[in-house]
């Protein structure tokens, strides 16, 4: 409980009219006497996951929903599918998570994901000039999105010169919307951090040894970093492993998120992620308030993330005891959307 996510043992939580009305000790919290009473006897209650990357085109959001996580921000998809999607998202009985969005994902002519075979027409903006950097952010902003996406992937085609990306960085700053980007490659990850990007959308993309200079970079310049471990493989993964490790020894800040709709992410918490989030040192409290208090106060997602009165009772069950074992944190059995039972 609380916005440290302080874990208490025989808790309750009392729910009304959709939102937290009371948390704490059974001995010490009132209910009301004419309460519908659930047991939850040998669940572990946490706040709903939030999701940091997700493509929630690719699932039906009763999946995700049912999976543990109860928002999700999607990070590239068309204008015109997502944001009706959005907007549907918010109503009280929607069968999926609450959605926020990105929208298009800013690029150059030819770069990524204009090529992409899992890219919808329409999912990368390809931006031509410092002045239509101005125009292509704005766009996002206007159809709704809160966070704006850039592609820097020079293994598959050119990428936004620094200049251009200062620019996309500063009209997004203008508005109070943060900037997050796919990064391939040391020399790009150089360019997010000279362009004062505010975060990864992935650990780097490339199989590549970040140098602990730039770690302290990243940290000393706030860069958050969503880690999306579960689409990485192999050898690739050992690598992302260690430089999100390394990130947070220096300690930087990590943003739960699956990239799902990639291979390897499943809807819901996924168990690819916790278990590669575990090897690179993250603890079971650590991945939930990454999902949760830190997803919700980076993303200014005022009521939810906490179980607290007031907050919205996004609320999710999982058999075990999930503050002391990651690999109870998949074994969801429970999960409430704004109080009501989906699961
Ligand atoms: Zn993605």
Redesign the pocket.
């Known amino acids: 409980v609380g916005p440290r996510l302080e874990p208490t043992s025989d808790g309750i939580v009392v729910v009304s009219d959709g939102r937290i009305a009371a948390v704490g000790p059974a001995a010490t919290t009132t209910m009301p006497t004419d309460a519908e009473v659930v047991d939850a006897a040998g669940l572990t209650l946490m706040p709903g996951f939030i999701d940091a ?3 929630i085109g690719f699932y039906p959001p009763a999946e995700v929903l049912h999976g543990g996580v109860t928002t999700v921000r999607d ?2 998809w068309p204008p015109e599918r997502i944001f009706p999607l959005v907007e549907r998202s918010a109503a009280f009985d929607f069968d999926g998570p609450t959605i926020v969005a990105a929208g298009q994902m800013l690029t150059v002519p030819g770069g990524y994901p204009m090529r992409a075979g899992w890219a919808p027409k329409g999912t990368g903006r390809a931006v031509t000039s410092i002045a239509d950097a101005r125009a292509a952010v704005t766009e996002q902003i206007d159809s709704g999105a809160t966070t704006i996406k850039v592609a820097l992937n020079a293994a598959v085609g050119p990428t936004l010169d620094l200049a251009t990306l200062k620019e996309i960085v500063a009209v997004a700053h203008e508005f109070g919307t943060r900037v997050t980007g ?1 990064v391939y490659g040391l020399d790009e990850l150089d360019k997010a951090l000279n362009a004062s990007m505010d975060e990864l ?2 650990m780097l993309m490339s199989p590549e040894q970040i140098l602990d200079v730039t770690i302290a970079r990243m940290v000393s310049t706030g860069m958050v970093v969503v880690p ?1 471990l579960s689409c990485f493989f192999g050898r690739d993964q050992e690598i992302a492993i260690d430089n999100l490790a390394r990130f947070r020894d220096a300690g930087g800040t990590v943003m739960y998120g699956t ?1 799902l ?2 291979e390897g992410p499943v809807p819901g918490i996924d168990p690819r992620e916790v278990d590669a989030l575990s090897r690179a040192g993250v603890g079971p409290l650590d991945i939930v308030t990454s999902a949760t208090t830190v997803a919700a106060r980076l993303l200014r997602l005022d009521d939810v993330g906490q179980l607290e009165p007031g907050f919205h009772a996004d609320i999710v069950g999982v058999r075990g005891d999930a503050t002391t074992q990651a690999a109870a944190l998949t074994n969801v059995e429970m999960v409430l959307r704004r109080g009501r039972r989906v699961r």
């Open positions: 990357h997700v493509h990070l590239a796919h959308a992935h999306t990239d709709g990639n």
